[in-house]
């Protein structure tokens, strides 16, 4: 787990490999089709960001940092799995919170919102697969922007959305009230109906703490 750490923006970051691009490339391709170009209003961009029905028996809240290895081992290695049996069958509801650690993981977080709630785990997904690429540089801004390009965002639109001082300060503010009030401390953190589950643990382990709180709804 990594301990969340809040900060202001700053650039830093690394190119991005064209295998990766290639990746955002088929991610945001069917995603630019429907989609118009430019950025989310401050609304949208605040807006819960969800996958699953409203109506979902058990709600997951993640807290996760676009820059936190284990929140995307947890996105490529067990949600999957959980979408397929638990969110794809009405079963769940995922709600994703930010909890930005460090400086890059704040942009990250800002961009995938800058894109709107249709394009938001698109955004996501990117991300987390080229984390390596983008959060350890020099110039993290450069390459968030080579991802939102994939996305239908300009460079103009990238850098609009990395110097809206509202959102970054509504990301920000958001995060600290889940440490004061939900006592997150690391990430990735989820509460499953209320239960906390710590750490990128394995399908099974969701399994288990899933299918105790859907017996408890019934």
């Known amino acids: 787990m990594q301990f969340y750490i809040h900060q202001h923006l700053v650039s830093g970051g690394v190119i991005l490999s064209k295998k990766l691009l290639g990746i955002a490339f088929a991610l945001f391709l069917a995603l630019s089709q429907s989609a118009s170009a430019g950025i989310a209003s401050l609304e949208d961009a605040l807006s819960e960001k969800a996958m699953g029905k409203k109506d979902a028996p058990v709600t997951i809240i993640e807290y996760s940092s676009l820059g936190c290895p284990h929140c995307a081992a947890f996105h490529r290695e067990t949600l999957p799995q959980i979408k397929k049996d638990y969110i794809d069958t009405g079963k769940v509801r995922l709600i994703f919170k ?98 906390k589950v710590e750490g990128a643990q394995p399908f099974e382990s969701f399994k288990k703490v899933i299918d105790e709180a859907l017996a408890k709804a019934k």
Not at 136 to 147: Q, T
Not at 164 to 173: H, M, S
């Open 98 to 195: 930010d909890m930005p650690f460090g400086t890059p993981a704040l942009a990250a977080a800002a961009l995938a919102r800058c894109g709107g709630t249709k394009k938001f785990f698109g955004f996501v997904e990117v991300l987390f697969r080229s984390q390596r690429q983008w959060s350890s540089g020099r110039n993290v801004i450069g390459e968030l922007a080579r991802v939102g390009r994939f996305g239908g965002l300009s460079d103009k639109d990238v850098q609009a959305c990395l110097k809206n001082q509202a959102l970054l300060k509504a990301i920000g503010q958001r995060a600290d009230e889940a440490v004061k009030k939900r006592d997150v401390r690391s990430t990735p953190t989820f509460l499953i109906n209320g239960t």
